[in-house]
């Protein structure tokens, strides 16, 4: 079955430390890879997306995304995260043919200022 | 543009009563989705739809029923509600680029319904 993990499930950062969180997925195939985030209270929104070309991916925020598909991941990455950073982070993914979004179970990220 | 907008916002129902959730987006968009967002366990996707008058069973599916009379409505129906069905409910649309799939999620504000 298809399908995206995340291997942390609570990060504690202390400010402007660096991020890095887990994603992988368990399919093959033409695969799109998006980071969303969920800021307490609201709804998920896109912080970046892939679909193909180059594998890094920048998206807002200063976050960035590598899609390694030798390693089927696709990890998000922030240089020096902020206390507004503090949300739930999902990864999700689909394919080129399919109609349906596949989300991991999300990492809860606290940022200490 | 007002997105995907999801009423109501917030919820209480007596176990065995049933409510109907509105998703309206107006983006024009073919795909539209309902998920339940519970602690520890992330999205999961109860129903989806691929165009009006079309829908099909997500992840999640018992104790729900939809609809998509209008391209721009998606309706989550609870007939029986159960506290199990205690949950936050996200509604989201999406459209096919043509080569690339499926992209972005578009998420409406979410409904926190709770069953007592």
């Known amino acids: 079955a298809q399908s995206v993990s995340q291997h942390n499930h609570h990060v504690i950062l202390s400010e402007a430390a660096s991020l890095e969180l887990g994603c992988n997925y368990s399919?093959?195939?033409?695969?799109?890879l998006f980071w969303y985030v969920q800021y307490p209270g609201q709804h998920l929104q896109l912080l970046l997306k892939?679909?193909?070309?180059?594998?890094l991916v920048k998206g807002i925020k200063g976050f960035e995304a590598e899609f390694i598909k030798s390693k089927f991941s696709f990890n998000l990455r922030k240089p020096s995260v902020q206390w507004s950073d503090t949300a739930e982070y999902f990864c999700?993914?689909?394919?080129?043919?399919?109609?349906?979004?596949?989300f991991g179970t999300g990492t809860s990220l606290t940022v200490i200022p | 543009n007002a997105g995907v907008t999801q009423t109501p916002k917030f919820r209480v129902l007596k176990t065995g009563q049933s409510m109907t959730l509105l998703c309206a987006q107006d983006?024009?968009?073919?795909?539209m989705y309902w998920y339940r967002q519970d602690p520890g366990m992330g999205l999961r996707l109860i129903h989806y739809?691929?165009?009006?008058?079309?829908?099909a069973k997500g992840e999640v599916p018992d104790g729900y029923n939809v609809s998509r009379l209008k391209k721009q409505n998606f309706l989550l129906g609870l007939e029986s509600a159960a506290p199990s069905q205690t949950s936050v409910y996200f509604c989201?649309?999406?459209?096919?680029?043509?080569?690339?799939?499926?992209?972005?999620?578009?998420f409406g504000q979410g409904t926190r319904l709770t069953v007592v």
């Open positions: 989201a649309s999406s459209y096919q680029d043509r080569g690339r799939g499926n992209t972005e999620a578009f």
């Open positions: 399919y093959g195939g033409t695969v799109n």
């Open positions: 892939y679909f193909s070309g180059d594998p």
């Open positions: 999700a993914g689909g394919t080129n043919t399919g109609n349906q979004f596949y």
């Open positions: 983006m024009n968009h073919e795909y």
């Open positions: 739809s691929v165009g009006e008058g079309t829908t």
